[in-house]
């Protein structure tokens, strides 16, 4: 009898037990973590070198092209065909060549981009483990929290804990 005593003492206690649930704000976790402000800017300014260098080029082969059409008047149709058709292979050559480019920063960019999500996820947890968290969900956009007290609130202590060390 007193063993059937003990296991409800000790089943009624592990059910009064609270579980400490938090929740982060992952859009705004996002958008004030220092370190992703600067991985956008640094992919924004790779973006737009890039628009800068194809409108460059993209100009330099108008003139190219312009200056075939002039010089082509004077050529026999069939040399002028021949020249046409270099150029053409040269224009889709140069098209490869920077999509091959904005190619390789945007994957550069996504890449730097998940290994960042990465991280955020990996100090949360470590956040959660540290301060006795049982859970910590994810809000905001697309996040599985409808409702939380602000108390439950812990996207600007990660935030701050983010932002320390990255400025180490």
Do not use: H, P, W
Request: aromatic share 8%; glycine share 8%.
């Amino acid at each position: 009898m007193k063993k059937v005593l003990v296991v409800f003492a000790v089943l009624a206690f592990i059910s009064c037990k609270q579980e400490k649930i938090g929740y982060v704000d992952n859009v705004k976790l996002m958008d004030d973590y220092q370190e992703k402000i600067d991985v956008e800017a640094k992919f924004k300014a790779k973006a737009e070198a890039m628009g800068r260098k194809k409108d460059s080029i993209s100009k330099a082969f108008q003139l190219e092209a312009q200056a075939f059409q002039a010089k082509a008047e004077s050529m026999s149709q069939k040399k002028a065909q021949e020249e046409y058709g270099l150029m053409q292979q040269k224009g889709q050559f140069i098209g490869q060549q920077i999509q091959q480019e904005e190619q390789q920063i945007q994957t550069q960019g996504q890449t730097e981009m998940d290994s960042l999500v990465s991280k955020v996820k990996e100090e949360i947890k470590a956040y959660g483990k540290t301060n006795g968290y049982t859970y910590i969900l994810g809000g905001g956009d697309g996040g599985s929290v409808l409702y939380g007290t602000e108390a439950n609130d812990l996207t600007e202590e990660i935030v701050k804990i983010l932002n320390d060390k990255y400025k180490k």
